[in-house]
Structure formats: C-alpha cells, structure tokens
C-alpha cells in the first residue's frame, strides 16, 4: 500500500521522502488534456510532457524536430487537467544546448505559460553550466543520463548504452554531478540493471528508471507505448498493459459500419 497516496500535490520534496521510506515512483508521459486527466485521477506521481511528443503526437521519427511552443501547447494543455501529480517538462532539442542564458530563458518560458512544477534536461557535464543557471533561477530539475534520444545522432542506435566499464565510470560521474549541481531526481534509460542499481544505491535523490530494472527508485514509460496505441515499437522493456491500437480501431470499425448500414443514429439518438 502506498504510503504517500494521500499527498495532496506531490512535490519534489515527496519524491524524496518516496525514496526514504522505499516508495517506488510511478511516473509516466502525458501530452494532452485528457489523458493526463485520466492518470492524475489514477493516482500517478509524476506526468512527463516528453519530447517523446515529437514521436507519438507529431509522427517524427526522432524527438529533434519539436519546438519549445509545441512543448508549451502540450504542457499547458496538461497542467489544466492535473491537481495532485507533478508535472515535468522536457525542455527540447536545441533550447538548452547552446548556451546557458538561452537555456534560462526556455526553462523560464516553460515555467511561466505552463504552469509545470519543473523541467528535464538530457545530458551530464556537458550542460553543466545550463543546469547551474536554471537552478539558481529557482527552477527544478530533472536530468535524464543513459541513452538520452536527443544525442541519437550521436549515438547513431537506440541500443542498450554503458555497457562498457568506460561508459558506465562516466555515467555514475555524471550522476554525481547532477545530484550535487541540486537536481532533485535523475531519468536513467536503458542501460544495464546491474549499473542502475549500483547508482541508486549511490545517490540521495530519486532515480527513475526506462529500461534499467527495478532497482531504481522509481519507473517510467511513454504512455502511447503502454497503452499499447502504438503498436510498432516493441523494446524489451516495455511491458503493454493494453491494446488500444486494436480497441480503438474496432470501435472505429463500428461506428462506420453503423453509419453506412443507417443504424446510427437510430430513433433515441436524434432530436
Ligand atoms: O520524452 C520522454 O518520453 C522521455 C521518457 C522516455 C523518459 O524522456
């Protein structure tokens, strides 16, 4: 039984305690009114607007080409519909990485017309500065370490990352930072269980991981996936508590198939 489930609004501070009292936080992506409205009466900790909005909402093949307004759009469609989960949001490709005052400035915009509680970052010690700078804004930050998607280039596959002992020094390096930079939590997304664990365990905030087992503190998926509404993508991490591609196609099915036979609307239906 959850300890926290009678929090009123969940902050970053009950993430934390989440972590002390061995909660695990259950966190998912959410880019639309409606749906995030659903989870938060579910009970949800944490809402990600993801730039994984860039693939599910838009249909591009990467999250590189959604813009800071199409973030704002999701997010403050996403805010009106929350009143007890915290609602992260991803700053995209391009608003953070080139210097820090452009970052402040999007991380600032994204507070402002959204009304989200915090933002997440992809990156270590690469976007130091920027991080520093948004945090001493009095702006929260999530970071997001292991196969970051907005470095897809970079990395040129979505393979598992840090397998390699080099690799995985770097990545607890960086999440060191991270925590002592005063991130409150940190995305960590496919890579070994093994490692995950092992930087959990090192770490006073909250990790949370995609694709990096259960000893993390916390899980997060992309809410299309898990739904089972997009049904091409199928990682071995992913577990589809639905399949809504097929649900929603035969109800569609249905609707047409009543309106060409004249079956709908019949004699209730109609004024
Ligand atoms: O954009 C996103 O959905 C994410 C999650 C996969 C963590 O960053």
Avoid: C, W
């Avoid at 300890?3 to 880019?31: G, R």
């Avoid at 991080?131 to 998607?149: D, F, K, N, Q």
């Avoid at 770097?170 to 997304?189: H, P, Q, Y």
């Amino acid at each position: 039984m959850s300890v926290h489930q009678d929090i009123k609004q969940v902050t970053t501070h009950v993430l934390q305690n989440m972590k002390l009292s061995n909660e695990k936080i259950a966190m998912l992506t959410a880019y639309d009114f409606s749906m995030a409205r659903i989870l938060d009466n579910a009970g949800i900790d944490v809402i990600l607007v993801g730039d994984s909005a860039s693939n599910v909402m838009a249909g591009h093949k990467t999250t590189l080409p959604i813009t800071l307004n199409e973030m704002i759009y999701h997010a403050s469609s996403v805010v009106r519909a929350v009143t007890r989960a915290l609602v992260v949001v991803d700053l995209p490709f391009g608003t953070y990485q080139g210097n820090s005052k452009e970052a402040l400035s999007s991380a600032i915009r994204i507070m402002k017309e959204t009304g989200a509680a915090a933002i997440k970052m992809e990156g270590g010690r690469e976007i130091r500065e920027s991080i520093e700078r948004i945090l001493s804004a009095g702006i929260p930050v999530m970071g997001h370490l292991g196969l970051t998607p907005q470095s897809i280039h970079k990395f040129g596959t979505y393979v598992v990352r840090a397998r390699e002992e080099e690799e995985a020094r770097k990545l607890m390096d960086d999440a060191r930072l991270l925590e002592n930079l005063g991130v409150f939590s940190i995305v960590i997304e496919k890579v070994p269980a093994r490692l995950a664990a092992k930087v959990a365990q090192d770490l006073r905030i909250p990790l949370i991981g995609i694709g990096a087992g259960h000893e993390v503190d916390g899980q997060v998926l992309v809410l299309h996936d898990m739904l089972g509404i997009t049904n091409e993508f199928s990682p071995r991490f992913l577990r589809r508590y639905n399949n809504l591609f097929e649900q929603i196609k035969t109800s569609v099915q249905g609707y047409i198939a009543d309106v060409k036979s004249v079956d709908f609307p019949n004699d209730k239906e109609q004024y």
